[in-house]
């Protein structure tokens, strides 16, 4: 191995993309160009397809194979939400059991053998995993989630593992960003909003070197782009697919109406699987029979369809796009079509704030614990920055403005604060 070569990997896995930069005793190496057919090479979407149980493809071929194969198959994201759900063990693809420790370790594996390759055909098994401040809410789950990155690393064929939180990571970049902004040591507050979590960091930054102890608190809460999408489809989507069917069971009296609970998978496309589940299945297809609306089963099929084709990506994306939409405008149009789909759909600015008041909620209740806990008064802020499409959310902006003031706030647009001061962390650990 070349002196000059890396000896260790910084990954940030995420919800949404993942990316990997790496570091040797000296120096800190880019991000790995790891998806050649992405819009930026150095982004790999942390999507994977099946289109048999034995051949799988990730990223943005992922998409192209599932597209070109005409939707058959199964193609899967969001897993990184799935790590601190005790009841998500993993799932079955044809007659292939896959643990969710099997499914996560295949982006790992696939990014560790393209980073090998950029680097000469060398061979890591060191590594920094980024990790949210909390996975959960709850300590034993949030401890679960940690320990299944760790083994789907090592599954992925590293040998020494070493997890930090990514809004300390951040925080590495930021310093950089604004070490000689002028000069004194300043409070800063770290926004990162993901597709999965919430994370925030306050920390003390200056001239000097950052250091871990300069971090005054970390907190954060399971919930930021992903969950402002499922509000979209809870309010406004849903119905379309048989959300409010109406229906009378045989020899009963009383009008029933969908059960929540049973529409709820529909609510993430991590979790659309689960409507084949044959209690389910034959639920709804019992539904369907007892319907009593003129459109009833029409939304009904177009839920089969949607369920049987694995179309939940697509729609998400519509959604997705709505929501962005509706950073900048006062109304979003909703537009999904496919044989046997017709969804044409509007939402206002006013109702998804409605709609997704519960989430943001508590994502900036985490703020203020974490502002609690740093011990530090908001007025004593110098600069708020912030990370994510969802920061963009005119709510969520506004209140951090309220908080904060205007003037303190900056958007830190870069994709890649978080994989550099992992990159950095790993420096610091091979230079020990």
Request: charged share 25%.
């Amino acid at each position: 191995m070349k002196a000059s070569a890396p000896t260790m990997y910084a990954i940030d896995f995420g919800t949404s993309n993942s990316l990997l930069a790496a570091a040797n005793g000296t120096d800190v190496f880019p991000p790995v160009p790891l998806d050649a057919s992405a819009p930026d090479p150095t982004i790999l979407r942390s999507v994977l397809y099946f289109p048999t149980a034995s051949r799988c493809f990730v990223g943005q071929q992922a998409l192209n194979e599932y597209v070109e194969n005409g939707l058959e198959g199964r193609l899967l994201r969001s897993l990184k939400r799935h790590l601190p759900t005790r009841s998500f063990r993993g799932t079955q693809i044809d007659n292939r059991q896959l643990s969710l420790e099997d499914l996560v370790a295949i982006p790992l594996r696939e990014m560790r053998t393209r980073a090998n390759a950029h680097f000469g055909d060398v061979d890591i098994k060191k590594v920094v995993l980024g990790r949210p401040a909390r996975f959960s809410t709850d300590d034993a789950d949030d401890d679960l989630a940690e320990k299944r990155l760790r083994i789907a690393a090592e599954k992925a064929g590293f040998e020494e593992i070493h997890v930090l939180p990514e809004p300390v990571a951040a925080a590495h970049e930021f310093s950089d960003a604004f070490a000689d902004a002028e000069a004194g040591e300043r409070v800063v507050v770290v926004c990162d909003f993901g597709g999965g979590t919430s994370d925030f960091t306050v920390l003390k930054l200056g001239k000097k070197a950052f250091e871990r102890t300069d971090v005054l608190a970390i907190g954060g809460a399971p919930l930021a782009g992903d969950a402002l999408d499922a509000s979209i489809m809870r309010s406004h989507v849903v119905k379309h697919f048989g959300g409010d069917v109406s229906y009378r069971v045989p020899m009963g009296h009383n009008v029933l109406t969908m059960p929540k609970n049973v529409m709820e998978p529909l609510c993430s496309p991590a979790h659309l699987s689960m409507m084949r589940r044959p209690d389910i299945a034959d639920f709804l297809r019992n539904v369907r029979s007892w319907s009593l609306g003129p459109d009833d089963r029409e939304k009904l099929d177009q839920l089969t369809t949607l369920v049987d084709e694995g179309l939940g990506f697509q729609l998400f994306e519509v959604i997705e796009g709505a929501k962005k939409t509706l950073s900048g405008r006062d109304e979003a149009a909703i537009e999904f079509t496919y044989p046997d789909i017709d969804v044409h759909d509007a939402i206002s600015r006013e109702a998804f704030e409605t709609a997704s008041s519960r989430p943001i909620a508590t994502i900036l209740a985490a703020l203020d614990e974490t502002m609690a806990a740093s011990g530090v008064r908001a007025s004593d802020v110098d600069l708020v920055c912030c990370t994510g499409g969802t920061a963009r959310v005119p709510r969520i902006a506004q209140a951090i403005a309220e908080r904060f003031g205007a003037d303190k706030m900056r958007d830190f647009k870069s994709f890649h604060s978080v994989v550099q001061g992992l990159a950095h962390h790993a420096r610091s650990l091979l230079a020990e």
